[in-house]
């Protein structure tokens, strides 16, 4: 890992506070919030995180897989198996990791900074999960659970209590046919990123009135965040 100097550390503190944990090593948080592009564009740095990511994403599978074990006593493989997909998805991860404002600590090449990489819904995910496998190198399992369980609690307590949708512009499609309520179109608003790593934004629309937005690495994906955010916006549920 490489050398921290005394601005990136004072960075590296500052997200300390943020999510809640204290590094004994600093340099694997450090090693967390390395994109592959900005080790591309050194001569000096040799890690990233997509190693870290690999084993966060394992950690989290399990930590929610064990979670709704136990909570959702009642209810059957093909519900958990639901229930976990909805919860773990990119697009719950790349929401937690906005709230922990991940994006302004993470070390991009200005190639991937100027193209919008700060904002990147796989890029914010994947750093989301390289956190999790940092925190529990660091400090075991017990500390990465508990930082899983307080920053994705809302989406899991949605997924519990089945306001999680497995497809929701078809809920959504039928819910404002069901009311009458007019006419749904969406829009492609922007469009950024190079060839293999491009992130879509949409906006959904009710007649004429925006009534959600949504970014994924597909169109497809984009709509369905927008229909999400629709939907959570009216105070949908799934009944």
């Known amino acids: ?13 500052e ?16 090693n967390a919030l390395t994109h592959s592009s900005y ?9 990233h995180n997509e190693r870290l990511e690999f084993i966060g994403d394992a950690i989290l599978d399990m930590v929610i897989s064990l979670y709704l074990y136990k909570k959702c006593k009642n209810s059957t493989e093909g519900n958990l198996t639901r229930f976990r997909a909805g919860i773990v ?6 929401n937690a990791s ?21 904002k990147r819904v796989s890029i914010l995910a994947d750093a989301f999960e390289a956190i999790i496998a940092a925190i529990y190198l660091d400090g075991g399992i017990k500390k990465a659970k ?3 369980l307080k920053n994705l609690e809302d989406i899991i ?22 009311k009458n309520s007019g006419k749904l179109s969406y ?9 293999h790593d491009k992130t879509f934004e949409v906006a959904l629309y009710l007649n004429n009135a925006i009534i959600g937005r949504g970014e994924g690495r597909s169109k497809k994906d984009a709509q369905q965040a927008a229909a999400k955010d629709a939907i959570e916006g009216m105070g949908v549920r799934n009944e």
């Open 89 to 94: 998805c990119e697009q719950s991860l790349y």
């Open 187 to 195: 829009k492609l608003i922007r469009e950024e990123g190079p060839d």
């Open 146 to 148: 508990t930082f899983i």
């Open 157 to 178: 307590k949605d997924s519990v209590e089945h306001r999680i949708f497995s497809d929701y512009k078809s809920f959504l499609q039928e819910y404002i046919q069901k």
């Open 39 to 47: 080790v591309a564009s050194r001569s000096d740095l040799l890690e």
């Open 15 to 30: 997200l300390e506070n943020i999510i809640g944990y204290t590094f004994k090593d600093i340099r694997i948080l450090n």
């Open 1 to 13: 890992m490489t050398v921290i100097d005394a601005k990136r550390l004072k960075q590296l503190n």
């Open 98 to 118: 906005n709230r922990l404002m991940l994006g302004q600590y993470l070390l991009l090449s200005k190639g991937e900074e100027n193209t919008g990489g700060r």
